[in-house]
């Protein structure tokens, strides 16, 4: 009897049965594959809204928001316990709503992130500004957090 090569360029053949019961199984693996990566991109925009830096210098601390298409009326910031906390809400246009969409990657609603202070931190020096869709507050430094350089001199 002769030996039969069960080898493709693909690897070895197998039985019919074997497409039939897994097939169903591959196509939801492949799927899953598919899907897997889609919608991130919505995720992580809403992890961390409104994006910030802050930066700090010898007296201050400067926070800066990206806040596009919200107004100083659509913006609250409060100090707290060493905290800053800014918060507000982008609201939906009305026109947005009789039209659909097949792709939408704006987001709205509510929002909030807070800053940890150093402590001792006046609220009522607190000042912030908004221009261009982008938040500045300046926080300045109490004199306890301010960094002091110490001279070394011989003994």
């Known amino acids: 009897m002769a030996k039969q090569d069960l080898t493709t360029p693909r690897g070895p ?3 019919m049965a074997f497409p039939r019961a897994f097939g169903s199984l591959q196509r939801e693996i492949d799927r899953l ?3 897997f990566g889609r919608g991130w991109d919505r995720v992580s925009s809403t992890v961390a809204f409104p994006k910030i830096d802050v930066g700090e ?3 201050e601390i400067e926070i800066t928001a990206e806040l596009p298409g919200l107004e100083e009326k ?3 910031i409060s100090v707290s316990d060493n905290l800053l906390t800014v918060s507000g809400e982008k ?4 026109e947005r709503k009789d039209k659909a969409y097949s792709i939408s990657e704006r987001s709205y609603g509510a929002f909030s992130r807070t800053i940890a202070l150093p402590p001792g931190v006046d609220p009522a020096a607190v000042k912030a500004t908004v221009s261009k ?3 500045k507050v300046v926080v300045p430094k109490p004199a306890s957090a301010k960094a002091a350089k ?3 001199k011989s003994a």
Do not use: C, M
Not at 91 to 94: A, F, G, H, L
């Open 33 to 35: 594959f598919d899907d």
């Open 74 to 76: 659509d913006i609250s």
């Open 150 to 152: 110490i001279e070394v």
């Open 13 to 15: 053949e197998l039985p």
């Open 133 to 135: 869709g982008v938040l």
């Open 91 to 94: 609201r939906t246009e009305s």
């Open 57 to 59: 210098s010898d007296g």
